[in-house]
T-cell receptor, first 116, second 109 residues
Framework: GAVVSQHPSWVICKSGTSVKIECRSLDFQATTMFWYRQFPKQSLMLMATSNEGSKATYEQGVEKDKFLINHASLTLSTLTVTSAHPEDSSFYIC????????????FGSGTQLSVL | SQQGEEDPQALSIQEGENATMNCSYKTSINNLQWYRQNSGRGLVHLILIRSNEREKHSGRLRVTLDTSKKSSSLLITASRAADTASYFCATVPGNQFYFGTGTSLTVIP
């Protein structure tokens, strides 16, 4: 099956710093990537949808200046948490869809962010 | 809320028993999908059912969909300890995928 690589797996940073998370589709071209946030024992909250070469579409309530998403190529999307604060601590998961005909998502293994 | 609702939130069964979890959603959908998540990991796609389908099977999985009630169920038959995980339904109204609240399944050996 298709593989999505996400890294880092975990990151600890000081409050006020920025953190970049990468999501790569290793063996397919991902025209659309999705970024989710998950709190412990809760569901995944869709943050934004990113299409290659265009601006990301953010869900209501998600600060686009806080969570910068770049989808510069068909195999790479990045999420940058700018000026991170403790309340940004969470599990972030990316997912990708191959082309427009493949209807299922392939997920990265997630990034646990802890902001001190 | 972008989420669907799943119940039960948690389910504990003995190995060999069947596990049933339900998902209710709010919007019209193109399809509905079920995913599995092991603790601290990403999700893995299990099965997809389209809006014009009522039932679908895949191995030990059986999914039903009732679009008039905006609900779906996932049945895992002859459960195994390795089935222990969280299970989420995902509704796909358009280009986005929205996940339900999840059911945490524990299968006791």
């Amino acid at each position: 099956g298709a593989v999505v690589s996400q890294h880092p797996s975990w990151v600890i940073c000081k409050s006020g710093t920025s953190v970049k998370i990468e999501c790569r589709s290793l063996d397919f071209q991902a025209t659309t990537m999705f970024w989710y946030r998950q709190f412990p024992k809760q569901s995944l909250m869709l943050m934004a949808t990113s299409n290659e070469g265009s601006k990301a579409t953010y869900e209501q309530g998600v600060e686009k200046d806080k969570f910068l998403i770049n989808h510069a190529s068909l195999t790479l999307s990045t999420l940058t948490v700018t000026s991170a604060h403790p309340e940004d601590s969470s599990f972030y998961i990316c997912s990708a869809r191959e082309g427009t005909l493949n209807e299922k998502l392939f997920f990265g293994s997630g990034t646990q962010l802890s902001v001190l | 809320s972008q989420q669907g609702e799943e119940d039960p939130q948690a389910l504990s069964i003995q190995e060999g028993e069947n596990a049933t979890m339900n998902c209710s959603y709010k919007t019209s959908i193109n399809n509905l999908q079920w995913y599995r998540q092991n603790s601290g990991r990403g999700l893995v796609h299990l099965i997809l059912i389209r809006s014009n389908e009522r039932e679908k099977h895949s191995g030990r999985l059986r999914v039903t969909l009732d679009t008039s009630k905006k609900s779906s169920s996932l049945l895992i038959t002859a459960s195994r300890a390795a089935d222990t995980a969280s299970y989420f339904c995902a509704t796909v109204p358009g280009n986005q995928f929205y996940f339900g609240t999840g059911t945490s399944l524990t299968v006791i050996p």
